[in-house]
Structures are given as structure tokens and as C-alpha cells.
């Protein structure tokens, strides 16, 4: 899920003045490497304007589905219209019929709920394998509003900070089923304005973490450092706000991007 805005408007400049000679005009995708190696898939129209590729790609010669965001593959768990779908973390392939975690995904992609996978395996209503007749993975009720509200808008942002109320730690470690689980007191989510700023606020309350989920963090020179969960445990931040964020299909974020 890695994004190379700091290159990509580079890349851009470079495809209006230098695309291959030999790429037709109705072309509408067309990849462009920059002089450090990074490739973005750019759109042309018909104009020759060009712009970072969006959304759903196919593949013409393996028929393999992938997700682009400013013109790089998305990895990791993603929503698009209400559904989960998993895009390989090596190359971003969306993956079909198999199982992922505590998760199936079907032909097209999406993942299963409420039913039994192919081999046997009983799968609860959000999604994960069964063990004892209940979910591996499960939020509490109140929890588990934000699965449904990121569900329906998964471009959400979301605020960590200090509990607002009550008392304990701000961090706590939780195990069960053989699950590990990271929960976050407080998380508030936001609907974006139109220049992306938080607007209103649509739920406050608890935020679960994967252990294994990735934090993209923007440090104060402009680079990226990427650490997992359990580093918050020593985080001396007492706020941070993630602009974007992805969930697994029990409602565990996979992913936040910290902004600084």
C-alpha cells in the first residue's frame, strides 16, 4: 500500500513530453519509469492528457485482477462496494478461491460469509473460520459499528487518542482462539470534507488492531517508517490521525496511514 506521491508528480510531468513513441494515441494505460526505477501506470485519453491510474486493473494476458491508488498497486485487505476483497502484499494480485487468514475468498474475489468453504471450513457472519462454534476473530457489539460504518464509506478518517473517559491503559494486548489483537482507546472516525479535513464525526469508541497489521508513519523529514502495533505500546504520541485505513473482514484495521 505504499504510495510514491513524492515521485509522482515527476512521473506525470515526464508522461505528457516523453511517452514511447510506439504507444498509440487511444492507448488508456501505460506505465512510466522514472530515472530511480519506480513505475506508475498513468491514464492517457484521447487528448494525451495524462493522469495517476484509478481503480480496478486487469491483466490482458493473466486475466489477474489489481487495485491502484496514484497509479501503484494497493495491497493488503480492501473494501469497494461493501466488499472485502485481498490483494496479494508481494505484487498486489487480487486473490480468489483460497483461503486467507482466517478468511475465504470466492471466483470474484470477495470474501465469504455464513457459509462453508469448499474444503469444510464453517465461516461465522463477518466472515472468519469457526473454532468451537464461534469466530476466530469477533468485535464486541459496539465495536463492531465501525466495521459496518468503514463498510459503506471506507474513506473514513480516523483519530487515536487519549481515552476520553474511564480509566486503564491506553493500549491493551487481547489474545483468544489463537488470535492476538491490539485495542486502542479512543478511535473517533470522520467523515471527509471536501478537501479532506475531518467533518463529522460518525463513531467514537474502541479501535481494534491486527497484531500483524502495517502503520505507515510520515516522519517530520518526509520519510516513511513503517512499524507495527506493538510499537504503540512504547509511542510517546499522545494523538495521531490516520487518513486512511483499511479493515479485514471481521473489522481488525489491517492498515493506517499516519500523516504525522
Given at each position: ?31 512510466v ?13 484521447e487528448?494525451?492528457?495524462?493522469s ?13 485482477w ?39 475468498v ?22 472468519s ?24 464509506n471506507p ?50 469508541g ?32 499522545q ?22
Amino acid at each position: 500500500m505504499k504510495k510514491c506521491k513524492t515521485w509522482l508528480l515527476t512521473l506525470l510531468v515526464a508522461a505528457l513530453t516523453a511517452l514511447p513513441a510506439a504507444v498509440p494515441a487511444w492507448a488508456q494505460e501505460v506505465w512510466v519509469t522514472a530515472g530511480d526505477g519506480n513505475s506508475c501506470l498513468v491514464s492517457v485519453d484521447e487528448a494525451g492528457s495524462v493522469s495517476a491510474y484509478q481503480g480496478w486493473y486487469q491483466n490482458a494476458d493473466s486475466g489477474a485482477w489489481y487495485y491502484f491508488r496514484d497509479g501503484q498497486p494497493a495491497t493488503g485487505w480492501l473494501i469497494d462496494a461493501g466488499k472485502f476483497y485481498y490483494l496479494n502484499p508481494t505484487d498486489g494480485q487480487m486473490a480468489v478461491n483460497q483461503l486467507v487468514g482466517n478468511f475465504y475468498v470466492g471466483a470474484d474475489g470477495a470474501a465469504l460469509c455464513s457459509t462453508t468453504t469448499p474444503d469444510g471450513v464453517q465461516l461465522a457472519y463477518n466472515g472468519s473460520r469457526m473454532v468451537g462454534g464461534k469466530p476466530v476473530e469477533e468485535l464486541n457489539e459496539k465495536t463492531y459499528t465501525y466495521r459496518e460504518l468503514l463498510r459503506k464509506n471506507p474513506n473514513l478518517i480516523a483519530e487515536f487518542s487519549d481515552r476520553t473517559s474511564g480509566t486503564g491503559h491506553q493500549i491493551l494486548r487481547e489474545s483468544g482462539r489463537g488470535f492476538t489483537w491490539i485495542i486502542y482507546a479512543t478511535m473517533k472516525l470522520y467523515e471527509p470534507t471536501a478537501d479532506g479535513q475531518k467533518g463529522k464525526r460518525v463513531f467514537e469508541g474502541d479501535g481494534a488492531f491486527r497484531f500483524d497489521a502495517l502503520i505507515e508513519r510520515k516522519q517530520s523529514d518526509g520519510s516513511i517508517r513503517y512499524i507495527g502495533p506493538g510499537s504503540l505500546f512504547s509511542d510517546d504520541r499522545q494523538q495521531w490521525t490516520a487518513r486512511h485505513i483499511e479493515i479485514d473482514p471481521a473489522g481488525f484495521i489491517s492498515y493506517a496511514s499516519d500523516e504525522g
